[in-house]
């Protein structure tokens, strides 16, 4: 496939990696393939304006789910799923500690946007690695999610992902968005929500907001005009040999 030509496969991270070490290990590969560059050869590495990043947090997944049927509730229309087992699903990913994703710092320009994913489990660990990266947090984004029925979650569901907006220097916006909250609707795949992707939406806003030149980091498909890296796409390096973070 040719990142440059904008097709779009859609997989979870690292389903074909088995140990954790192994993104790593390609991080400190450097593996240099870019939209444009054929695989095997080196691509300087760009000083990138904007960063969007979903590490892979160690989390659960849930039960394992089966059909879904719609149904009304007190918010509203709900997607109720049937239960199909008693234990938590396996991740089909490799995991990541917090402290393993603060290494990853990537090179970027003086003055840069940073929008890193998370989840009600690591709020507080989002902040950590934004600042760990160079960026000083800005304001907290969240998707509101329609409500599935059962899902994750003790005495109140979780519905909600987060995406923390930070900044590195001084960079311009190119837009403005009125909210800081957003229901856009799931990607779905045969009926099924894609474990943690992202709706199309969010990389327009980002588009809208943040000049590039861009990254995505962790990756699920090449993106026109975006460097993209992760273990499922031909991955630009996160820094380049002796090269100040």
Known sequence: MNPAQGQ???????????????????????????AGVAHGETAEVTQHCTIVADPPWKVATGRPMSNYSNMKGADGELQKWVVAGSTSRPQAYPTMTVA????????????AHLYLWTINAY?????????????????????????????????YG????????????????????????????????????LHSAKP????????????????EMFARAPRPGWDVWGNEVESYPLTQEGQPK
């Open 8 to 34: 779009s496969r859609e997989y979870m991270h690292g389903l074909r990696m088995e140990p954790v070490v192994a993104v790593r290990h390609m991080a400190a590969r450097r593996i240099v393939s870019r």
């Open 100 to 111: 393993e994703i603060c290494a990853l710092r990537p090179s970027t320009a003086p003055a």
């Open 123 to 155: 709020l507080q660990d989002a902040f950590t690695v934004a600042r760990a990266w160079g960026f000083k947090p800005s304001t907290m984004l969240v998707w509101a999610k329609r409500p599935m029925g059962g899902g994750l979650g003790g005495c």
């Open 158 to 193: 979780l519905a909600t992902e987060y995406c923390l907006f930070a900044r590195r220097g001084t960079l311009k916006a190119t837009g403005r968005v009125g909210r800081n909250w957003f229901d856009w609707k799931r990607p779905y795949k045969n009926g099924a929500g």
């Open 200 to 215: 199309p939406e969010f990389y327009s806003m980002v588009e809208t907001i943040s000049p590039g030149p861009r990254l």
